[in-house]
């Protein structure tokens, strides 16, 4: 199993903090963002990762091959123009074999320890209960994700599908959750692992500065 960091983001909801610097580099008790799932991969036994950029990307690159670049094999797939976050996996992962790929949203920080992914394969996505009663992404029946019911679990930006699924796509720009993990949940193949874990999407200055303080 390889592994896929979605790191081409504008980060705008950050407003001034993004201006010179990418949202995977922000740092959250004194390391990026990014940092923490490479090293947490690493820790864990992947041997290879991809990670897409865009939007200041050289910085994001440089920074991974100067930190990482010895430790593990790394794949940077650099985004001229955006191609969605499903365009942009199957763009990065277009060398590796037709295996499983964890796929991690850069601007996430949990205590999740990722060697819990071996325990799983494609497709599942690792979901965490909303805060209010149907402010969530989606329903869970079964232990399958569910776009019907009350929208009671959040998606953590955590999961697993396989190569193939992008090959069936044969656009090079689309979305990851509409034109994919939608489509498996349509035709009930997309199981939902639900964690209990402490779990923030590091999207906006509050819970930035709640994490820094």
């Not at 865009?54 to 910085?59: D, K, S, V, W």
């Amino acid at each position: 199993m390889k592994a896929m960091i979605l790191a081409a983001g504008f980060g705008k909801r950050l407003g001034e903090l993004t201006k010179s610097k990418p949202k995977p580099l922000l740092e959250v008790k004194g390391k990026p963002l990014i940092d923490y799932h490479i090293e947490k991969l690493i820790s864990s036994g992947f041997k290879t990762i991809a990670i897409n950029t865009h939007y200041l990307g050289a910085q994001i690159s440089d920074h991974i091959i100067d930190n990482f670049g010895q430790r593990v094999e790394i794949h940077i797939s650099h985004e001229k123009q955006l191609l969605g976050t499903g365009g942009g996996i199957k763009k990065a992962i277009s060398d590796f074999g037709d295996e499983d790929i964890v796929v991690i949203n850069s601007d996430i920080y949990s205590d999740l320890d990722y060697t819990y992914f071996s325990n799983f394969s494609a497709n599942t996505l690792f979901v965490v209960p909303s805060n209010h009663s149907g402010s969530g992404d989606f329903f869970v029946e079964e232990k399958l994700i569910s776009l019907e019911g009350e929208k009671n679990y959040t998606w953590t930006g955590f999961s697993i599908i396989n190569k193939e699924t992008f090959n069936q796509n044969h656009d090079s720009s689309f979305h990851y959750w509409h034109d994919c993990l939608k489509l498996l949940a349509n035709n009930k193949k997309l199981n939902a692992e639900i964690l209990d874990i402490n779990w923030y999407d590091v999207g906006n200055v509050e819970t930035l500065k709640k994490l820094n303080n």
